[in-house]
């Protein structure tokens, strides 16, 4: 195979770490990220195009004679960018790696995802779509369910969309104001579902639409504080393999739930290719579903890059040729572990412009960006999530050692990252 110039479209943790693995392939021969961010313009040339600007993206690519494309975001596929390029004829023939438009619904509308996995069996919480049409059925709904109680909205709410409720009064009021646009137009559909009790997982799938393969398994944390406390992040590190997804809990998961999701979406006719995320708990070891992505999770990237061991690009294009059965995967066997490193004040209001030091002291363990940019000569933050902190161990204490250790090298005013990840583990 000759090599290829290859795009990836994002800014973030997920987008530097996908770059990390792609550069490491022979069938690589230029990479470029758009937009990209300071520590992505180590391994690839930035272009200042916007995720969401279809015709910017276009020229981009023609301009650079790309071969494939690789979407980090869900933003553009649920916009239709794969849709855009399928349908244009300088475009066509480029392979894409990333859903159309109707399949990006499974992340795209809550609703769609639930009325997907119900008609496929797959395992889910009860639930109810409301809109302000349905209200009084969404409030009869809430009191057949036991505390707490789980909203969502319906459409992308940046992971900010859902909220758990120990008080049925207090339910029924965060209802009313989600549909009255607490979430902007995200929240004009609520899906109200039965809350349910257990340890969650991050499980990744490749698939070209026949096929797919199985990455590595991960768990993030979404919570601010340690001991899983306070307000819901981005995600603030996360730890790969899952201790608790053996051999016996994964073959539970791609025969009831991997399994199903592609020959469903075979069955629907919704042609499908690029990542599935399966948010899963595991209920008594029974895994359930409780939500689909369209990408892979940040900042689970950061560390699942980190354990595959086969050519990254060469199941990029088994995905986009459909040609993924004839495609291996190696999993590296040690753990890797992500530790997020966050602005002061995220998730709340926080301020960006500030100087990072110390980047240079990091021997042991990959340094991911995620909200950075470069100023003069100096690394500066620039979003809330700031960098990723990634590294291998015999075992995840072996693994966030060194990630903490190397943590304490770096530093931005008003800088923090949690210091208990796998507590739970």
Not at 124 to 149: E, H, R
Not at 295 to 321: C, H, N, Q, W, Y
Request: hydrophobic residues 40%; negative net charge; contains cysteine.
């Amino acid at each position: 195979m000759t090599t290829m110039n290859i795009l990836i479209i994002g800014s973030g943790g997920r987008e530097h770490a996908m770059a990390w693995k792609i550069k490491q392939s022979p069938l690589l021969n230029q990479l470029f990220i758009a937009p990209g961010n300071a520590g992505t313009s180590l391994l690839g040339t930035n272009l200042q195009v916007g995720v969401s600007d279809f015709q910017g993206l276009k020229n981009a690519v023609l301009d650079n004679q790309i071969d494939l494309v690789v979407v980090g975001p869900e933003v553009p596929l649920c916009e239709g960018l794969h849709d855009f390029f399928s349908d244009d004829k300088q475009l066509k023939n480029i392979l894409f790696v990333g859903p159309h438009k109707l399949g990006a619904q499974l992340e795209g509308s809550k609703d769609f995802a639930k009325e997907f996995m119900m008609r496929h069996h797959i395992p889910t919480a009860k639930y109810l779509a409301v809109t302000s049409d349905n209200l009084n059925s969404g409030i009869a709904f809430l009191k057949t369910l036991n505390a707490p109680y789980v909203l969502k909205a319906d459409g992308l709410a940046a992971g900010k969309g859902v909220l758990i409720i120990n008080d049925l009064q207090e339910a029924e009021q965060s209802l009313k104001e989600m549909l009255n646009g607490q979430f902007g137009a995200a929240s004009s559909k609520v899906v109200i579902e039965e809350f349910l009790s257990g340890i969650e997982c991050s499980v990744f799938a490749i698939t070209d639409g026949k096929d797919y393969r199985i990455l590595p398994v991960a768990k993030d944390y979404k919570r601010i504080g340690e001991g899983d406390t306070g307000l819901n992040t981005g995600g603030m590190g996360a730890i790969s393999p899952v201790p608790f997804a053996d051999e016996i809990f994964m073959k539970k998961v791609e025969d009831r739930i991997i399994r199903p999701t592609v020959e469903g979406l075979i069955e629907d006719q919704i042609p499908y290719n690029g990542f599935i995320f399966f948010g899963l708990i595991s209920c008594g070891g029974e895994p359930m579903v409780i939500e689909y992505n369209v990408r892979m999770g940040d900042p689970e990237t950061e560390a699942v890059m980190l354990r595959i061991k086969s050519d990254f690009v060469d199941l990029l294009v088994g995905a986009a040729e459909g040609t993924l059965a004839e495609k291996p995967i190696e999993i590296d066997q040690r753990t890797a572990v992500a530790v997020m490193l966050v602005s002061g004040g995220y998730p709340g209001a926080y301020e960006k412009g500030k100087v990072i030091e110390g980047l240079d002291q990091i021997k042991s363990s990959m340094i991911f960006h995620a909200g950075t940019t470069q100023k003069g000569g100096e690394i500066c933050t620039d979003g809330g999530r700031v960098l990723a902190i990634s590294s291998y161990g015999e075992n995840i204490k072996q693994a966030l050692d060194l990630s903490y250790q190397n943590a304490c090298q770096i530093h931005f005013e008003g800088m923090y990252f949690r210091k208990d990840l796998g507590f739970d583990l």
